[in-house]
């Protein structure tokens, strides 16, 4: 109690490592967006970053690719400059959650029971993560975590010190390195959250907020800037959903997340201008939809990300998305009790960047009226198709918080397809088909998901309200 919208978050966002250890932990990475009542935005930098010494070669995953992570001072950073609580307040639900335990549902037992191989492989992760027999945690079982709880207590005592520098520390980056890693303590302690780049975009009249070429923002801008050119209120369902997929596929292949030299140029009106041009083409049968495709890209491993949503009643609005890559992250459990995330760069041997960049998507948005929104989603590369058809459900269609989030959906995956919900009208997936877009057809019940997203909003008379996809246990919750 006596928290605002970053407290919330983060306390939420640290629960969160207790109870999907599958997608999120002390040991990963993050992005925070904040929006506060003066309207000053702020965006923080907690991603993962490569060692000092480390050398580009493809490895699989596991010790040589655990990153320095980002959280512990990135959550830190958030609570003392933008919080009214202190960290040792905002740690105390996790720290109960972790020692009480938690019954496990039944997405992250399937997580577990399919990674339960690659954690065996790690002696302590095995010891903390597997059960005496070496089998995974099951549905409906509960799981304690006594070690992740002390863990907790001192970071909520102490800051980041307590993970960050240290002989816990020494005694991880030892076993590290004796397996390959060029991690070093001074890597640990170099390490900054840091106040990063934003990117500041008009839609339909509002105003938003998200990351910059740390991720893929101005791709997201880009592909509004594109939707402005159509009125959704005058098309069809299946016309809206073709300018959506076209746009943000254009956007998406002009777009490289932080390699992009002049990224402001892809927003000229020109530019755009002749971008909606070719969209209106395909639309009416004409162009080259081949021209139009994403570049083939790799696809993404198993896994998500996590994302929190939260408003308070002063108009306070965090948005803070976490990762640490695939399920159960590198698999390298540290002594402390949570997993060390892996590094996508260090897994495929190509360094783009002193950190890892992800597709990871928290927005803030702001009407004209006031209304103000807080959103995410998890997904790895379906965030930001999720991110964009929740403004559109927002802005366009005047939807609730619960509705632009569950509402059935379409989305870019890799490879150029496109993954359409068996819930959607078939006059949809008919007119995609018409234009040449390849389908994937997918339902809930096959374990596949569009995004998951997650919505705070608090509205011009200040009334609050929230959106959770249920896919992976989302929820919502007013205090």
Not at 346 to 357: K, L
């Amino acid at each position: 109690m006596g928290g605002n919208a970053a407290d919330a978050a983060v306390a939420a966002a640290i629960a969160m490592t207790v109870t999907d250890p599958a997608n999120t932990s002390l040991g990963g990475r993050c992005h925070i967006v904040i929006l506060g009542p003066d309207g000053q935005v702020n965006v923080i930098d907690g991603r993962s970053a490569l060692p000092h010494a480390w050398l580009p070669e493809p490895a699989e995953i596991g010790a040589r690719t655990v990153p320095v992570p980002g959280i512990p001072r990135a959550f830190e950073k958030a609570v003392a400059e933008h919080g009214r609580l202190g960290l040792n307040e905002v740690v105390q639900p996790a720290i109960c959650l972790a020692r009480d335990g938690f019954i496990v549902r039944a997405n992250l037992a399937n997580a577990w029971a399919l990674m339960a191989p690659r954690l065996a492989t790690h002696h302590a992760t095995k010891a903390l993560f597997l059960k005496p027999d070496g089998s995974p945690w099951r549905f409906g079982e509960t799981f304690r975590q006594p070690e992740l709880a002390d863990t907790l207590a001192a970071y909520g005592e102490t800051g980041s010190a307590s993970i960050m520098v240290g002989t816990e520390l020494e005694s991880l980056l030892t076993k590290l390195v004796a397996a390959g890693s060029r991690l070093t303590m001074d890597d640990f302690a170099a390490y900054q959250a840091l106040d990063a780049e934003s990117v500041e975009f008009c839609y339909r009249g509002w105003k938003g907020w998200t990351i910059g070429q740390q991720g893929y923002g101005y791709e997201q801008a880009h592909t509004l800037a594109l939707f402005e050119a159509f009125d959704f209120s005058k098309l069809a369902d299946p016309d809206r959903w073709a300018v959506m997929l076209l746009a943000q596929s254009m956007a998406f292949r002009e777009d490289e997340a932080g390699l992009v030299p002049d990224a402001q140029s892809l927003l000229l009106e020109e530019y755009l201008s002749a971008q909606a041009g070719t969209v209106r083409a395909l639309l009416s049968g004409r162009g080259d939809l081949a021209s139009c495709f994403p570049k083939a890209r790799a696809q993404v491993g198993i896994g998500d990300t996590t994302h929190i949503s939260a408003v308070d009643g002063n108009g306070m609005v965090a948005s803070i998305t976490t990762s640490i890559g695939e399920w159960f992250g590198s698999a390298v459990a540290t002594p402390g009790g949570y997993l060390m995330a892996h590094s996508y760069q260090m897994t495929d041997g190509r360094r783009r960047a002193s950190r890892d960049i992800t597709h990871q998507a928290p927005t803030v948005l702001e009407s004209p009226m006031g209304d103000r929104v807080a959103l995410g989603a998890a997904g790895s590369e379906k965030i930001t198709g999720a991110v964009l058809r929740a403004i559109v459900n927002i802005v366009d269609r005047n939807m609730s918080a619960q509705g632009a989030v569950a509402d059935p959906a379409c989305v870019l995956i890799s490879e150029g397809l496109v993954q359409i919900s068996t819930e959607l009208d078939r006059a949809v997936g008919g007119r995609l088909a018409d234009i040449g877009l390849p389908l994937l057809p997918k339902s809930r019940s096959t374990g596949e998901h569009f995004g998951l997203l997650h919505l705070a909003y608090r509205d011009r008379r200040g009334r609050l309200s929230g959106g959770a996809d249920t896919y992976w246990d989302g929820g919502v919750e007013y205090a």
